[in-house]
């Protein structure tokens, strides 16, 4: 098992994966939010140039926030500051990179597309952009030489997501795997897992516990309800939830909805989530619990643990480091 992180693109990222690679996580994940947090390239970058074994990637990319041109600009710039083995590019088709701004995520019908797109363009092949030819024009000296090369992963959580990544050929991100989902064909199948290592003398109702793991658990109140999953009624609260949700603007409601994604508690999560709330997310639990939980995981398929650390972001990282033995 693989052992990764994963942090929004907030000022203090690049600091955070450069104790990541001191700690020995494999990869550092960064998010496409632009709506809620920083540039994700510009993060990256940052983080490349303080760093010198860590591989650094997008996870996951949001396809129709850019120019196809303007994300192979980017990913050749990450992969001349660091080398094509320290990059990987995840992509995905919205939540909640668009989501957030009351969009709806990408089809899957044209979502691959988008990504052979850019693909293409890495390969220094030309492609249609709006009905006309693209290439990347580059001079040497001006960007990496063509092809470039860096492996992909795509975001996602259901059976239409599944088969296309299957047919693109790439690794697959996901954070809330259902519980049938099959992964044969796929090599690299990455969880986005929350939690928070908790201390000896804490327990799931201790008050740091959910102010913690409490956003990473919220996330999932905040997905079914967007996606109409039936799985939202299952969530502990689930009726609460429906009721605060149900009575706001529903033009407007996506912005009150994703306030603090992953990084905070926003005022309707603290309405909603309980201590039982935080039992849906893999890794709230005792140092001593966690090499139990990784191998009921690769049983599952997964292959790759990204633990994004809240709250207190340096202790997380230390304390999952040393609970997934990373020796760092």
Same mark, same amino acid.
């Given at each position: 098992m693989k052992i990764s992180a994963?942090?929004?693109p907030v000022p203090d990222t690049p600091d955070h994966i450069v104790l990541a690679e001191e700690l020995g996580y494999e990869t550092a994940w960064v998010y496409?939010?632009?709506?809620?947090?920083?540039?994700?390239?510009?993060?990256?970058?940052l983080a490349g140039v303080r760093t010198n074994r860590i591989r650094l990637g997008t996870g996951v990319l949001i396809p129709s926030l850019r120019h196809p041109m303007t994300t192979a600009s980017a990913i050749a710039t990450l992969v001349g500051l660091v080398g094509p083995d320290r990059v990987i590019v995840g992509a995905g088709t919205g939540f909640t990179g668009r989501r957030a701004m009351g969009q709806k995520p990408l089809r899957w019908a044209d979502f691959p597309q988008m990504v052979a797109d850019t693909q293409a363009l890495l390969r220094g092949e030309i492609v249609l952009v709006d009905g006309r030819a693209a290439r990347m024009l580059h001079w040497p000296g001006q960007a990496v030489e063509r092809?470039?090369?860096v492996p992909w992963?795509?975001? *996602?959580?259901?059976?239409?997501g599944l088969a296309a990544a299957a047919e693109m050929g790439c690794g697959v991100f996901t954070s809330r795997p259902r519980p049938d989902a099959d992964y044969t064909g796929i090599d690299d199948v990455i969880l986005l897992g929350f939690g928070t290592i908790m201390d000896d003398d804490e327990t799931i109702? $201790?008050?740091?516990?959910?102010?913690?793991?409490?956003?990473? *658990? $919220? *996330?999932a109140y905040h997905a079914f309800l967007e996606q109409r999953d039936a799985r939202l009624s299952t969530l502990p609260n689930a009726d609460r939830f429906a009721e605060v949700t149900g009575d706001m603007d529903p033009d407007t409601l996506h912005l009150s909805l994703h306030e603090g994604h992953l990084t905070e508690l926003n005022a309707i999560d603290r309405q909603v989530l309980t201590p039982d709330s935080l039992r849906i997310a893999?890794?709230?639990?005792?140092?001593s619990e966690v090499p139990e939980r990784m191998e009921r995981l690769a049983a599952a398929g997964i292959t790759e643990v990204a633990f994004q650390p809240m709250g207190s972001v340096e202790r997380e990282l230390r304390t999952f480091a040393a609970a997934a033995d990373l020796g760092g």
């Open positions: 994963a942090f929004p496409d939010t632009p709506a809620l947090q920083l540039d994700v390239w510009m993060t990256l970058a092809p470039i090369e992963i795509v975001a *996602v959580n259901g059976p239409r109702e $201790s008050p740091r516990v959910l102010d913690t793991a409490g956003p990473g *658990v $919220s *996330v893999p890794f709230v639990c005792h140092a």
